[in-house]
């Protein structure tokens, strides 16, 4: 077995698995986020259930733990951008899939999270420092479409084509592009839900179109 990629791997799956969203909640409303809402762990639903600010240090918590998990892995494999590539996925696999978040029901184990979209932004930071410059459009895009789902992979397709077009242009390797391509499979299967819900016209508005749906809602 070669530690030099399981190693980075397996740290980089625990990083993300860290529950920064129901930390959050928990200390500053005593409430668990998992059975709020969405039950997510990630920034939108900590902002349904505890609050803007809430939302936004959870996000930023996010971002911090995937660029903590690839610059781990290119601490321990300067050298193999696979090794690098391998970890982002993996950080946003734990965000999505955390072991600290075992659930059983119906006899059946499953692991609760996020959606990865803060994450994989966090982890392709350091594989490409211009990806910083999509953190705040996360927001400026779920907060202008209404929908959080639609933001998260649209901001995950940025990713990618920015990866892509540095691979082609000489100035990034091919394993990070395919990192943004495994990022952003792991974020359609996590927002499998949501898109079933959109496809159906049943999602659930954010931002500025919530506002202008609820006086509506409420006549």
Same mark, same amino acid.
């Given at each position: ?7 980075? /791997?397996?740290? /980089? ?40 600010? /809430? ?11 995937? /660029? ?21 996925? =993996? ?19 499953? *692991? ?13 930071? @350091?594989?490409? @420092? ?6 705040? *459009? ?21 990713? =990618? ?6 691979? *082609?242009?000489?100035?990034? @390797? ?16 996590? *927002? ?28």
């Amino acid at each position: 077995m070669n530690w030099a990629i399981v190693g980075p /791997a397996l740290l /980089a799956y625990l990083i993300g698995s860290l529950p920064i969203g129901v930390i959050v909640v928990r200390l500053t409303t005593g409430k668990e986020v998992l059975d709020e809402h969405s039950g997510r762990t990630g920034g939108t639903n900590v902002m349904r259930t505890a609050g803007i600010w /809430a939302g936004a240090l959870t996000a930023i918590g996010d971002v911090a733990k995937g /660029a903590a998990a690839v610059l781990l892995a290119q601490r321990v494999a300067p050298e193999e951008p696979w090794v690098h590539a391998v970890a982002g996925a =993996m950080a946003v696999l734990g965000h999505n899939h955390s072991i600290f978040l075992p659930d059983l029901r119906d006899g059946r184990l499953r *692991l609760r999270g996020g959606a990865g979209g803060a994450s994989s932004v966090g982890a392709g930071i @350091p594989m490409a @420092p211009v990806v910083a410059l999509l953190v705040p *459009l996360g927001p400026i895009l779920m907060f202008g479409i209404g929908y959080a789902s639609v933001a998260t992979l649209s901001v995950g397709l940025l990713a =990618m084509a920015v990866f892509t077009y540095r691979a *082609l242009a000489g100035l990034g @390797p091919w394993a990070y592009a395919a990192y943004g391509l495994a990022a952003e499979i792991l974020m359609v299967l996590a *927002l499998r839900p949501n898109l079933i819900r959109l496809s159906r016209g049943e999602e659930r508005l954010v931002g500025w179109r919530a506002r202008k749906a609820r006086p509506a809602k409420e006549e």
